[in-house]
């Protein structure tokens, strides 16, 4: 079975860094793209960054300069680097990735992990 956990998330001072983690598990061909999401209470949620197979990213407006997205491939892992946090960063954050599962064919499936919370105190 196919899993996404991230990692990483707690409380931290505005100002201050987090490193969140990504790692996927099970028989997999291959993972496509790979994104952190993130929701707010009473919020949508929000694409913050994404990753492509080849490492091209992209980035929120209200992160870019801040945050930076990152994968292992030999690792199945992807990484968010968030740094000089602020209170509005507080939210759920959700591992998203397009993963070929052998056992469904050759079309890739959307995965969500279960999230974790990171809170930005002021």
């Known amino acids: 079975q196919v899993q996404l956990v991230e990692s990483g998330g707690g409380l931290v001072q505005a100002g201050g860094s987090l490193r969140l983690s990504c790692a996927a598990s099970?028989?997999?061909?291959?993972?496509?793209?790979m994104n952190w999401y993130r929701q707010a209470p009473g919020k949508q949620r929000e694409l913050v960054a994404a990753i492509t197979s080849g490492g091209s990213t992209n980035y929120a407006d209200s992160v870019k300069g801040r945050f930076t997205i990152s994968r292992d491939s030999a690792k199945n892992t992807m990484y968010l680097q968030m740094n000089s946090l602020k209170p509005e960063d507080t939210a759920v954050y959700y591992c998203?990735?397009?993963?070929?599962?052998?056992?469904?064919?050759?079309?890739?499936?959307?995965?969500w992990g279960q999230g974790t919370q990171v809170t930005v105190s002021s």
């Open positions: 099970g028989i997999i061909f291959s993972i496509n793209a």
């Open positions: 998203n990735a397009a993963i070929v599962v052998p056992m469904y064919g050759p079309s890739p499936r959307n995965y």
